[in-house]
């Protein structure tokens, strides 16, 4: 059951290949540019490697994996190699995200 | 400490992925495991993923090859050209003379 | 709220991660939001130019192209192009041998010369069948291999990225290169398509 990854697909059966373009929305671009950044290819510190995103991508749950979008899985698996290297700590992250969730609110008052 | 583990193999040398299937971050796939192909090329020594991937330096290097496989080797229902080839990255601890 | 698309719509959990980390990160001195604009703005202005332009000239300078075949690095840099951390391998199309690229277990690709990937080369029909049935994947994309050309997948599993070197076609006799890289796309350097002089 896990001797195969859930990302490890190469010859496996599948649809037909849809030639879909996406057009990239900011915050995918700005996920896009954290892991540039954070993996210090433009000559800075290096936080994290490429090699920790994939691996924390390739542990998301199966239907989690098919579910979320190419960036969704990158956003998750950033943070949560941050939250591994101590970056940042699940409260800091918990306390943040509903502080901007409250500013979202406030806005729309 | 040496840093670097020298190649093994030379463009040509005909070798078999190894039969294994561990937990972790591999970069092998899972389709081309147990394979017999030739090395194409060096293409260098380069910190192993697996490693790397757990926070570790991922020291001393492996060198990487690329491997030419038939696909009729590698799959059996193959719909294709007899010569079809199939160039993968593999890593030398990956790797065994065939 | 969510403007980025014009729609007022709330954030989603992913949008509200995403805002939470980088202002995580600004704060705690790791990056700046300047640093992300100007990261975001690069990637924005990197479409296929660049690989279209080491194509062109590789067309129309058979030194430079085999120097692009021992080591493609660093004949981008000949170029004078801005190609950090890639390890580049360009593989030639000939009469007798037609190449494509895939990464079947993520969505590796050379970025900094092609821009950022296609939603269809990530996509599990793509990575899953590119190595298996190649031909048919190409016959989707409207490409037809003769029988009698060797179909070589180059799977990208390791620290090397690629990039397809298609064949000059007919027609283009004395094209500057410019004009030739022009009808270079980006499927042509994937592997899914050819370049037409038309």
Not at chain 3, 105 to 132: F, I
Request: proline letters at 7%; aromatic letters at 6%; hydrophobic letters at 35%.
């Amino acid at each position: 059951m896990i001797e195969r990854g859930h990302h490890d697909m190469g010859g496996m059966s599948a649809g037909k290949v849809e030639p879909v373009e996406h057009d990239y929305e900011e915050w995918e671009r700005r996920v896009d540019a954290l892991m540039v950044l954070l993996s210090g290819i433009r000559g800075g510190p290096k936080r994290m490697t490429v090699d920790e995103l994939r691996k924390n991508i390739e542990s998301l749950p199966p239907d989690a994996y098919e579910k979320m979008t190419y960036y969704e899985r990158w956003v998750t698996s950033i943070t949560q190699t941050m939250i591994q290297r101590g970056l940042i700590t699940t409260d800091e992250l918990g306390r943040k995200m509903q502080e901007v969730k409250n500013r979202e609110t406030d806005g729309a008052a | 400490m040496k840093q670097t583990a020298q190649p093994s193999f030379r463009p040509g040398d005909r070798v078999a992925v190894r039969k294994a299937w561990p937990l972790g971050h591999i970069r092998t796939p899972h389709y081309i495991r147990g394979q017999v192909g030739s090395i194409e090329r060096v293409c260098g020594s380069f910190p192993v993923p697996e490693e790397l991937a757990q926070q570790r330096n991922g020291l001393p290097a492996q060198p990487l090859y690329r491997v030419r496989f038939l696909q009729r080797d590698v799959w059996p229902d193959y719909q294709g050209g007899a010569n079809d080839a199939l160039e993968v990255e593999i890593f030398q601890h990956w790797l065994d003379p065939a | 709220m969510n403007e980025d698309n014009g729609r007022y719509q709330p954030l989603s959990y992913f949008q509200l991660m995403e805002i939470s980390l980088r202002e995580l990160l600004v704060e705690k001195g790791v990056l700046t939001d300047e640093q992300v604009r100007a990261t975001v703005d690069d990637m924005r202005s990197r479409g296929a130019e660049r690989g279209a332009s080491v194509v062109a000239r590789a067309w129309t300078d058979p030194q430079f192209k085999a120097r692009l075949l021992a080591d493609g690095t660093k004949a981008c840099q000949e170029l004078g192009l801005d190609v950090p951390a890639l390890r580049l391998i360009a593989v030639d199309n000939t009469p007798a041998v037609h190449n494509v690229i895939v990464c079947t277990l993520c969505s590796c690709y050379p970025r900094m010369l092609l821009g950022l990937p296609p939603e269809w080369y990530k996509s599990r029909p793509y990575r899953s069948r590119a190595v298996r049935e190649p031909r048919a994947v190409l016959a989707e994309f409207g490409l037809a291999i003769p029988d009698h050309v060797q179909v070589r997948v180059h799977d990208s599993t390791a620290d090397m990225r690629y990039i397809v070197l298609p064949m000059r076609p007919g027609g283009t006799e004395g094209w500057s290169e410019e004009r030739l890289a022009g009808i270079v796309t980006r499927d042509c350097m994937i592997g899914v398509a050819v370049p037409k002089a038309a």
